[in-house]
């Protein structure tokens, strides 16, 4: 049936342009031998083709630019006719008596381009005359195509300030008018054409009228190139009449694209000095517009013109474009109660954009939009809509971009609280995406309350989450989210001994409780960086292993004690007897015979109990061997016994 149907357009449409062709010719054949009644004749039964109501609007198009084509020629012979003594007055007045009324129109509209460059009448008259006789076609397409071709021929001629058409009779305010005329009395006709026809078609009008859409909208595009439109008129004469025209007519797609064309085609600073009217007509708008896109584009662009200069910053601060917006988008969600999330997030990540843009000294403006954020998403529990999910990430990765430093979002009270609505797979991204901001920026965590602040920032990066089994994660992305995680565990650090040792205990109380899994990842970095404070206090010139100080390398070296064990019950026996023959040394260093004595212990323990394959069992003893010998703090009696250790061992291996 479709096919049918496509099969008879394209006949009528191959009819219609035979038909134009044929009278075409007889036109220019008479326009060759400067007979004007013919060529008014022929081109009238040639815009007759343009009378069908049996193509789509795109077939219909096609049609109708043959037919401009030909019109443009015949506007030249009008120009010719004129400079050959024709009376232009004669030739409007001649051309009214074409039967039909749309060729009628059509003729009309070329005559008068030609009148309106003869200066024999005011531009305005004309005009005015012009936009009003176009009433006359009140079906929705031919109408659009009509006043579509009456737009094109006017608007090099509209009285605008340096225009040749501007005079004492003549002004701007009268183009303005012509301009808002034509622009509502084409949106009528676009809207009108979704009750033509019926119901079950409705989709496919859609679809036709969605395509004609830039018909409607090149109106607003010639009213921002009016150079005698300046910021007064646009805010008295210009905006409450397009405005007026979007709100009243109730529809959806009219409305979502002419909210659209209005933030595209007028500049950025008539926006930001009419933000008033323009934020008043969004709750006015249907519930089904895409509110959310629009009013982000709006503040997108702002957000543009705010970074284009410094100079324009005083502007946003004297309309107070912030608290406007912030109270827009609180109305409009108010409005649509069943706005989506996406929606919702999509806002105040707009919101935030533009906060941080124009206010970046302003932290409270930006937790404000972030806590306002949250309000609106209590009672939802985790966010589990990809795209909005997408805008939170989006909305948290704003403060990060813009000030290069997790420690100021950190600031933002509100910053965790939105990261609570994120699902568990999200948050692991977003903890990636804080991570690499901290290693890109090389930013400096140096107290244990940050660090707390930051690790519950990351736990999803930190901690098994429940409801998700180890065997379902990608081995590949876990390992890489743990090997960030240990190179931001290396990146901690601290002058002061003793709040290093703080934040080394901050540190192991989270990853101490982050599963079997992650500990051999997250442990050796934890180990390495103890340490380093190790030797920071081994090279004080103070004695640091009198009782009386507060972070001594033997109660570090307890807590590493502590520490590796963890990891000899998460089957890695062999990186915990590394890691216990690394601290043996360092208490070796820091003439500490007991302690290191202690990590030989437990990694000879280790090696009888834990580490059963022979391969791994000769690499162990190797490494025991080879740290035993680069020791110098043991006695006789603790050398002896260990060095007898693993002499059996060995005579074992031979056995």
Not at 12 to 28: C, P, T
Not at 184 to 204: S, Y
Request: contains cysteine; charged residues 25%.
């Amino acid at each position: 049936m479709m096919l049918d149907g496509t099969e008879d357009e394209e006949k009528f449409l191959a009819a219609g342009i035979a038909g134009l062709q044929q009278n075409s010719f007889y036109m220019h054949r008479a326009l060759d031998s400067n007979n004007l009644r013919d060529a008014l004749k022929y081109s009238a039964q040639m815009l007759s083709e343009l009378r069908t109501s049996k193509l789509s609007p795109h077939k219909y198009y096609e049609l109708y630019m043959r037919a401009f084509d030909q019109l443009r020629k015949l506007e030249m012979f009008f120009e010719e006719e004129t400079r050959r003594g024709c009376s232009i007055i004669d030739l409007y007045e001649l051309v009214q008596h074409a039967g039909n009324i749309l060729p009628r129109l059509y003729l009309l509209c070329t005559v008068g381009s030609v009148y309106i460059k003869s200066k024999e009448a005011p531009a305005k008259d004309v005009l005015k005359d012009l936009v009003e006789m176009c009433r006359g076609i009140q079906h929705p397409v031919r109408g659009l195509f009509l006043r579509s071709y009456l737009s094109q021929v006017s608007r090099d001629k509209l009285p605008d300030i340096g225009s040749e058409y501007e005079g004492d009779a003549d002004t701007v305010a009268d183009a303005v008018e012509f301009v808002l005329q034509n622009f509502t009395e084409m949106n009528k006709l676009w809207v009108r054409m979704q009750h033509q026809g019926p119901a079950r078609e409705k989709e496919k009008r859609e679809k036709e009228r969605s395509e004609l859409r830039d018909l409607v909208g090149k109106n607003l595009h010639v009213l921002s190139q009016i150079e005698g439109v300046d910021l007064d008129m646009y805010k008295d004469a210009v905006l409450p009449r397009v405005l007026e025209q979007v709100v009243n007519c109730k529809d959806e797609l009219a409305q979502f694209y002419l909210m659209d064309c209005i933030i595209q085609v007028f500049p950025d600073e008539y926006h930001l000095q009419t933000l008033d009217v323009l934020l008043g007509a969004y709750p006015q708008l249907q519930p089904s517009v895409d509110i959310k896109t629009v009013l982000s584009q709006l503040m997108e662009r702002l957000s543009n013109y705010a970074a284009s200069s410094a100079e324009v910053l005083p502007e946003f601060l004297q309309v107070e474009a912030f608290s406007k917006l912030s109270n827009a988008i609180g109305k409009v969600i108010e409005a649509q109660p069943d706005m989506p999330t996406v929606g919702v997030v999509t806002l105040y990540s707009s919101l935030l954009t533009f906060t941080l843009h124009v206010h970046p000294d302003r932290l409270d403006y930006a937790d404000q939009v972030l806590g306002a954020c949250v309000k609106k998403l209590s009672g939802k529990g985790k966010i589990e809509d990809n795209k909005a999910t997408k805008q939170i990430v989006a909305l948290l990765t704003a403060p990060l971009e813009k000030y290069n430093d997790i420690m100021t979002a950190l600031k933002l009270s509100n910053y965790p609280r939105v990261m609570e609505y994120l699902d568990i797979p999200t948050t692991k991204v977003m903890a990636t995406v804080i991570i690499q901001s901290i290693m890109k920026n090389g930013t400096r965590i140096s107290t244990s309350e940050k660090v707390e602040a930051l690790f519950e920032l990351i736990k999803g990066l930190i901690k098994d989450s429940d409801g998700i089994p180890n065997n379902e994660l990608d081995e590949d992305d876990f390992k890489e989210e743990q090997n960030s995680l240990a190179r931001l565990i290396l990146m901690l650090y601290n002058d002061d001994p003793e709040e290093m040792f703080k934040i080394i205990d901050t540190v192991r109380k989270h990853i101490l409780n982050g599963g079997p899994k992650r500990l051999p990842f997250t442990v050796p970095p934890l180990v390495f960086s103890s340490l380093k404070l190790v030797r920071q206090l081994q090279g004080q010139e103070e004695n640091p292993f009198g009782d009386d100080a507060s972070t001594t390398p033997k109660k570090i070296f307890q807590l590493l004690n502590q520490t590796i064990e963890t990891l000899s019950g998460v089957l890695a026996p062999e990186l915990a007897l590394q890691l216990y023959l690394q601290c043996a040394e360092a208490a070796n260093d820091c003439e500490l015979e007991p302690v290191a004595y202690e990590f030989f212990t437990q990694a000879y323990i280790l090696y009888e109990e834990e580490i059963s394959d022979s391969r791994a069992q000769i690499t162990a003893i190797h490494l025991i061997i080879g740290t035993l010998q680069r020791m110098h703090v043991f006695g006789v009696e603790n050398r002896d016994t260990l060095t007898h250790k693993a002499t059996g061992v060995i005579i074992e291996f031979r056995y």
